[in-house]
């Protein structure tokens, strides 16, 4: 499975930008796909979560209410909305995806993902 993000640039705080995720090989309905991110000089943590056959979206309380996950079956694509942008969400970007269909208490976890995009450089800054 191949990842691929993109949507990323500058944008000013209050500001909005929609990322990317397009999953190519073998992909399926049971695949879990999340977003990570890691901001200057910090770990890389959890953003958000779509499980591809129950369609359900999970967010960290970082972004909950601010960022919002769609996605269109048709080209196995997971998008991430991002709205009210504030500075502390500049960080690159990694979206990332498992074949299983991850339970809710383990889709923080990063080593629960095998695959990895190469990540997108998100800046908010006026």
């Known amino acids: 499975v191949q990842l691929q993000a993109s949507g990323g640039g500058l944008v000013q705080p209050g500001g909005s930008l929609r990322l990317s995720c397009a999953a190519s090989g073998r992909t399926g309905r049971s695949y879990t796909m999340g977003w990570f991110r890691r901001a200057p000089g910090k770990e890389r943590e959890f953003v958000a979560a779509?499980?591809?056959?129950?369609?359900?979206?999970h967010y960290s309380d970082s972004v909950k209410g601010r960022f919002t996950l769609s996605r269109d079956y048709a080209t196995n694509t997971v998008y991430l909305q991002m709205d009210s942008l504030k500075p502390e969400d500049t960080a690159v970007y990694y979206c990332?995806?498992?074949?299983?269909?991850?339970?809710?208490?383990?889709?923080?976890?990063?080593?629960?993902?095998?695959?990895w995009g190469q990540g997108t450089l998100v800046t908010v800054s006026s």
């Open positions: 990332a995806a498992t074949p299983r269909h991850l339970i809710v208490s383990v889709l923080r976890t990063q080593h629960e993902y095998e695959y």
């Open positions: 779509f499980r591809w056959n129950t369609g359900s979206t």
